[in-house]
């Protein structure tokens, strides 16, 4: 008997937990049969018209850009009425980013306030 995850979960990939779910779909934490490595996998139904070239249009961009801070892809699947964007698997959320920026932010002030005091008495001598 399968179960739900296993029936969205591309072929050659394991395991699936549920990462985040949102409007246009679930992302799973899966892992890759033959190599053991965990990826992340963006699940989006293929539901209306345009759904296909929306997902192409993600895809693409996906393989155009390159950047450190920019999660890679590693495949896409077509699997019917789901579409499967595999990619690497980021070691924090969004969630975990903004905190820390929140947190940084606050921070700003406090640090500016210590070293102000500090220029000020150097550009004295």
């Known amino acids: 008997m399968t179960s739900k995850l296993d029936d969205i ?30 990826y992340a996998v963006k699940v989006l139904p293929m539901l209306k018209e345009g759904d296909k070239e929306r997902v192409s249009r993600e895809v693409e961009m996906l393989t155009r850009y390159a950047h450190a801070r920019i999660v890679h892809l590693h495949e896409s699947i077509d699997m019917g009425r789901h579409q499967a964007i595999v990619m690497e698997l980021g070691a924090r959320s969004l969630k975990d980013l903004i905190l820390e920026y929140e947190k940084r932010k606050e921070l700003i002030p406090l640090l500016l306030s210590l070293r102000l005091p500090v220029l000020g008495s150097c550009n004295k001598e």
């Open 9 to 38: 979960t591309p072929p050659g990939y394991s395991k699936p937990k549920i990462i985040s779910e949102g409007a246009f779909g679930q992302v799973l934490k899966v892992k890759h049969e033959r190599s053991g490595v965990e």
